[in-house]
């Protein structure tokens, strides 16, 4: 073919550097973060019909462990998988993540119906608030009746389907962070106050996973407000009539006790409010299974309260004999906690609710522990997730 040499083609070099860019973003995002920081918070969603479910993730990318929030369900901790400490897999960072709590296995409608309150934040109170009323500051305040039937009790906060602000997140070749935000304005139903929620989600090289809650009244016209919170992870086992449960053993325990009677609907046969009464309790010492049978395990719902919280506070473990996975909870500044064996009968997964809690059950009324903040007043709790073999 004749050549027409008075038409010359020099390289555009700023395409070509263009192009090169692209191709790397591609093969940092392709590849996790290869190229980049360690940790990667990522954004992530799951629709079922009409419901959808919108995500934050914090994400190892040498590892695979990663813990994954649900901002539309008040920061719902939906996924957490980490890496036993003790594995080699967690020294060399090459992968194997565990799953530790029992998610919505992205069912967006099972996220937006809550029958479970799985892995729910619980906030501006847990567990629950007796006949869902209370007194505060002379005037009587009457809270959303969401108790199991025949239960007329206020349960497990507010926050559950609000819808969180990303405040700030934090990704690098040591640790992975996010800070998310809700504001009461002071329209809710039996809580008309300013409160502010930021709640900082971590998951660190070391494969642990933890979470501040800082709960401030924002009110400027100089009125307190109460407060206490809670957690409701299902921490997954293989058999829960095998799995044994150890509270720790430097603290002396009480049992909170609540009003019994056949009155009251099964299994429980309790309005399950504090009496006032607690009594020493031994039970969760780690001597023994939780019992029962793998088809039907002891039912237990009980609420504990530390006597003497420890500096760092205290821990609890979850200890899975059939695969010798130990979970590790440490908890600052809650120091109660409720045991709940009924997932198995309820919902038929194997799993055990360890569950956090600021204050007792029923604080706005029996007032124990509970935290009243004045205006421009804090206050946090800390709560760590960690995993050995």
């Given at each position: 073919?004749?050549?027409n ?7 555009n070099?700023?395409a ?6 692209a ?5 940092v ?8 920081s360690?940790f990667?918070?990522e954004d ?12 934050k993730?914090?994400?190892d990318?040498k ?6 929030t649900?901002?539309?369900?008040g920061?719902?901790?939906?996924d957490?998988l980490l890496?036993p400490a003790?594995s080699?897999?967690?020294?060399d960072?090459?992968?194997?993540a565990?799953?530790v ?13 809550n ?8 906030i501006?109170?847990?567990n ?6 209370y007194t505060f ?7 959303p009746?969401n ?5 007329n009790?206020?349960?497990h ?16 070749d040591?640790v992975?962070?996010?800070v ?9 139903r039996?809580?008309p ?5 930021d709640?900082?989600y ?9 979470f501040v ?6 009110d ?6 109460p ?5 409701h992870?299902?921490?997954l086992?293989s058999?829960v ?18 009003k019994?009677g ?5 299994p429980?046969y ?6 006032g009464h607690t009594h020493v309790y ?6 023994e299974a ?16 530390a006597?003497?919280?420890l ?7 979850l200890?899975d ?8 909870l ?5 120091p109660?906690m409720?045991v ?11 799993a055990v609710v360890?569950e ?5 059950s029923?604080a706005?009324?029996?007032h124990?522990?509970?935290h ?11 709560f ?5 073999h």
């Amino acid at each position: 073919e004749p050549r027409n040499d008075s038409v010359r083609t020099e390289p555009n070099m700023m395409a070509t550097t263009v192009r090169r860019g692209a191709v790397l973003l591609a093969c940092v995002l392709c590849f996790g973060g290869a190229f980049g920081s360690r940790f990667v918070i990522e954004d992530d969603s799951f629709q079922t019909g009409a419901d959808v479910a919108n995500l934050k993730v914090i994400r190892d990318s040498k590892t695979g462990a990663l813990v994954s929030t649900i901002l539309n369900a008040g920061g719902c901790v939906e996924d957490l998988l980490l890496v036993p400490a003790s594995s080699s897999s967690a020294r060399d960072g090459k992968g194997g993540a565990e799953r530790v709590l029992w998610s919505h296995n992205r069912n967006a409608t099972s996220v937006r119906e809550n029958g479970d309150w799985r892995g729910r934040m619980l906030i501006p109170y847990g567990n629950r608030i007796g006949g869902a009323k209370y007194t505060f500051n002379g005037t009587e305040y009457h809270l959303p009746i969401n108790d199991v039937a025949g239960l007329n009790n206020s349960i497990h906060g507010l926050l559950w389907n609000r819808t969180m602000e990303v405040v700030s997140t934090t990704a690098t070749d040591t640790v992975g962070e996010m800070v998310l935000r809700y504001d009461f304005d002071g329209s809710d139903r039996g809580y008309p106050f300013l409160l502010r929620v930021d709640i900082t989600y971590t998951l660190r090289d070391d494969s642990s996973f933890s979470f501040v809650v800082t709960a401030t009244n924002r009110d400027p016209t100089g009125w307190p407000l109460p407060f206490y919170n809670g957690w409701h992870p299902y921490f997954l086992v293989s058999d829960v009539s095998k799995a044994v449960v150890t509270l720790d053993n430097n603290i002396e325990w009480l049992h909170v006790d609540v009003k019994k009677g056949p009155q009251f609907p099964p299994p429980r046969y309790s309005n399950m409010v504090p009496t006032g009464h607690t009594h020493v309790y031994t039970r969760f010492n780690g001597s023994e299974a939780i019992g029962g049978s793998a088809a039907s395990p002891t039912y237990f719902d009980e609420e504990v309260k530390a006597t003497n919280l420890l500096p760092g506070g205290f821990l609890t473990t979850l200890h899975d004999p059939v695969t010798n996975r130990l979970v590790r909870l440490r908890a600052s500044d809650f120091p109660f906690m409720q045991v709940w064996t009924g997932g198995k009968s309820a919902f038929g997964v194997d799993a055990v609710v360890l569950e956090p809690l600021s204050a007792m059950s029923d604080a706005y009324n029996n007032h124990d522990n509970l935290h009243v903040l004045s205006p421009g007043q804090q206050f946090s709790t800390t709560f760590q997730v960690a995993l050995v073999h």
